[in-house]
Nanobody, 125 residues
Framework: QVQLVESGGGLVQAGGSLRLSCVVS????????MGWFRQAPGNEREFVAG????????YYADSVKGRFTISRDNAKNTVYLQMNSLKPEDTAVYYC??????????????????WGQGTQVTVSS
């Protein structure tokens, strides 16, 4: 089994920055494609960013391109989401997700097999 634990959320003013972390435990000997998703109240859970197992391929939602950066440190079993120039519309619960080994990184929520509990990000105007 695989467990994902997010941290780093909080309250920040518009224009500010936060860095989210996701620590992977359990079967960490198998490296997985990873993604970040977010869900605002009343909305569907949406893709934010994804990264391949090697870190060589990344994808971003159009709404965060140029502001957010996904990265990973496989030695630490950790994936990061650096969020800059935050906007009130970025307010949501942010979830870390992993696909099973051997799969490609994708933007589709249903492709992901493991999920964290989420961390709240609130951006005030």
């Amino acid at each position: 089994q695989v467990q994902l634990v997010e941290s780093g959320g909080g309250l920040v003013q518009a224009g500010g920055s936060l860095r989210l972390s996701c620590v992977v435990s359990g079967r960490t000997s198998i490296i997985y494609p990873m993604g970040w998703f977010r869900q605002a109240p009343g909305n569907e859970r949406e893709f934010v960013a994804g990264i391949s197992w090697s870190g060589g391929t990344t994808y971003y939602a159009d709404s965060v391109k140029g502001r957010f950066t996904i990265s990973r440190d496989n030695a630490k079993n950790t994936v990061y989401l650096q969020m800059n120039s935050l906007k009130p519309e970025d307010t949501a619960v942010y979830y870390c997700a992993a696909r099973k080994s051997g799969q490609r990184v994708t933007t589709a929520r249903l492709d992901y097999d493991y999920w964290g509990q989420g961390t709240q990000v609130t951006v005030s105007s």
